[in-house]
């Protein structure tokens, strides 16, 4: 895990240092499953921008919602998701567990990131997590939204999307200025100096909310 910061480490100076070397370790004794545990960060974008494109397709052209309407619930899709995100980095991926196939679950699933977090391959949630969860998610929001759930929906997968390609680049795009640098900066520092702060990666907005900044 990411070692502790001192009280009071100023945001405006976290460590710019990104390992360029692709560091990498062997999970599984079985090869089938190791390979499926490394994923290329283009999944996402071919899995799920054609599920985006669908469901705005299905809300526009077939439900015949007015577009205003169509990019509200795309808008709250999107908010939800950084919500969700924050939820799930914070209480999930950093939940410190007890037992011996607890802790080594809890290291499949964030540990390792922490300890490799450069590892190009590691770095996207595998398909065979990530899909049966948007399952998940669309019967949810099938529940809460109706029939306006396609287009919450899709504001939630392009929200999904945009979080894992900036969290891609935030380990190995140089992002030298800008919102870009600062969101860097603002994960970086979540990963080598303080791992119990700075959970949004897409938006931090909810680490404003609940006060997970800074200690």
């Known amino acids: 895990m990411a070692s502790q910061s001192n ?8 460590p710019l240092y990104v390992s360029t070397k692709n560091e990498t370790v062997r999970m599984f004794d079985s090869d089938f499953i190791e390979f499926f545990s490394r994923v290329h960060p283009a999944t996402p974008l071919i899995l799920y921008l054609p599920v985006v494109g669908f469901m705005l397709y ?17 808008l709250l899709g ?42 190009a391959r590691r770095l996207v949630m595998p398909p065979s997590v ?19 759930a396609p287009a919450a929906f899709s504001g939630l997968v392009f929200g999904y999307v945009c979080y894992d390609m900036l969290h891609y680049a935030t380990h190995h795009f140089p992002m030298k200025r800008g919102i870009l640098l600062w969101l860097k900066q603002y994960h970086l520092r979540h990963h080598y100096k303080d791992d119990h702060v700075g959970y949004g990666i897409s938006s931090p907005l909810w680490d404003y909310v609940f006060r997970t900044t800074r200690r």
Do not use: C, M
């Open 7 to 14: 009280e009071g480490s100023a945001i405006s100076k976290p």
């Open 78 to 119: 999107v908010l939800l998701w950084t919500l969700f995100e924050y939820l799930i980095h914070r209480y999930v991926f950093h939940y410190e567990p007890k037992t011996r196939v607890g802790k080594r679950l809890h290291y499949i699933i964030h540990g390792v990131h922490h300890d490799y977090p450069n590892d």
């Open 130 to 148: 990530s899909v049966p969860l948007a399952f998940l998610f669309y019967g949810l929001f099938l529940l809460v939204f109706g029939r306006f």
């Open 58 to 74: 299905v809300s526009i052209a077939r439900q015949r919602f007015p577009l205003f309407v169509v990019a509200g619930l795309f």
